[in-house]
């Protein structure tokens, strides 16, 4: 009798288990299909997608996970950033401030662990790729019909929702994860793959004529280089770079909109230089600019969690235009890191981006999105704090973790 409730109860609790796991999987897809549209709703559906999470891991799984380099360098950044809260001499309101842009790394072994044994990697795929083709949508919507009462960031034509940051860097994360598709597809199943690329040049023709993110067009610079060596080799992969410049010069000499953009950056500097003008391009090359100097003065371990709005106040103490900006945000993960935490922390956050592009050594699918998600993170890094932004650190989180899952399982699946 006993022996028969103990099985039953086993069969209980696996059955428990792989319900939770399910849900896991859909809330998965719920947190991605939600990135490009709202904050509030992504936070929400992140905690709810741990809550079924938990349950379904014991501690050896997670332990497996924190020893990889993948998982457990995202960890040891957050600890360090944990650390930081000690020698920082600003307010415990601020010390726990700057730490929440680390929060979010504590979850990348959690998701690898969940996609390592998941194989519903490919429907979260999809809830992006639907997700942001119906922002897509409404950016040409709010372009064709300016006079909506509605528009969602009035700042700037054509984007719906957050951003236009966060928009162009999606597009492009879209973009690319489109192309090798298609390409795959194109024997097997021609007309859909025609559509993919319909789509995936309408993504393209987005951030080039809509509504230009500077640093979305930096990114699709490297990944084509990328995609044409991944895809065809040395040899071919140099044709296929020769046709994307012809089509490159297209779009410049048909895009007045992308070349008063990229103009426009030469004149930000000389305004900013000659008349300490507040530009985009300026402020930038002021954060960075005070930011080194900040890095000089503690450079071995930083000036301490939560102290960079701290410092730029300090500096900007009778200064004007550009010089008195004051920001939280240096507009370069690099620079936010180590004016936090120094040397050391740089080399944790370097470590943590090369062991996730060791992760993305490979030719199938999940390997190459692994592999963009994270350049695409390290370049517009050069010009962001993408890591401790909300979007683009998430987007980072969910595709390092979920790809990263894939590939390990397709690892384990291979050697068995």
Request: include cysteine; proline fraction near 3%.
């Amino acid at each position: 009798m006993a022996q028969s409730q103990n099985v039953s109860q086993r069969l209980g609790t696996a059955a428990a288990r792989i319900a939770f796991t399910d849900l896991a999987d859909w809330c998965a897809v719920g947190v991605v299909a939600s990135l490009p549209w709202s904050t509030s709703a992504t936070g929400i559906l992140i905690a709810i997608w741990l809550l079924c999470l938990l349950p379904t891991l014991d501690l050896a799984t997670i332990r497996e996970e924190v020893l990889t380099a993948a998982g457990g360098l995202p960890v040891a950044l957050w600890l360090l950033g944990a650390a930081g809260m000690l020698w920082a001499d600003v307010s415990w309101a601020d010390r726990i401030d700057g730490l929440g842009g680390f929060h979010k790394l504590l979850i990348i072994p959690f998701v690898l662990a969940h996609f390592h044994r998941s194989e519903r990697s490919s429907w979260v795929l999809v809830a992006f790729l639907i997700s942001c083709t119906l922002v897509l949508a409404g950016s040409y919507a709010l372009l064709e019909w300016p006079q909506l009462a509605w528009r969602g960031y009035q700042s700037f034509r054509g984007v719906l929702v957050k951003d236009y940051t966060a928009q162009g860097g999606e597009f492009a994360l879209c973009l690319f994860i489109l192309l090798p598709i298609a390409w795959q597809m194109r024997r097997s199943r021609p007309w859909a793959a025609l559509g993919l690329l319909l789509l995936a040049a309408l993504f393209a023709a987005n951030f080039l004529y809509v509504i230009l993110g500077r640093t979305a067009l930096a990114v699709s610079a490297v990944l084509i280089f990328m995609f044409a060596f991944w895809q065809f080799g040395w040899r071919k992969g140099g044709v296929f770079l020769l046709l994307a410049m012809v089509i490159a010069l297209a779009v410049w000499q048909s895009s007045p909109f992308l070349r008063g953009q990229v103009r426009l950056v030469p004149q930000e500097i000389r305004e900013y230089e000659s008349e300490n003008v507040r530009t985009r391009s300026g402020e930038r090359i002021e954060f960075w600019k005070r930011s080194i100097s900040f890095i000089a003065e503690a450079p071995i371990i930083g000036h301490g969690t939560g102290t960079i709005r701290e410092l730029f106040r300090r500096s900007a103490v009778g200064e004007t235009g550009a010089a008195a900006t004051i920001s939280p945000n240096p507009h370069n993960q690099t620079l936010a890191v180590a004016i936090q935490l120094g040397a050391v922390g740089v080399i944790v956050l370097y470590a943590m981006w090369i062991g996730h592009l060791l992760l993305f050594r490979g030719t199938t699918l999940a390997h190459w999105i692994g592999l963009i998600i994270v350049v695409q993170n390290i370049i517009s890094s050069l010009f962001n704090s993408h890591l401790f932004d909300f979007t683009q650190g998430w987007i980072y989180v969910f595709g390092v973790g979920i790809a990263g899952g894939t590939v390990l399982r397709q690892r384990a699946s291979a050697a068995a």
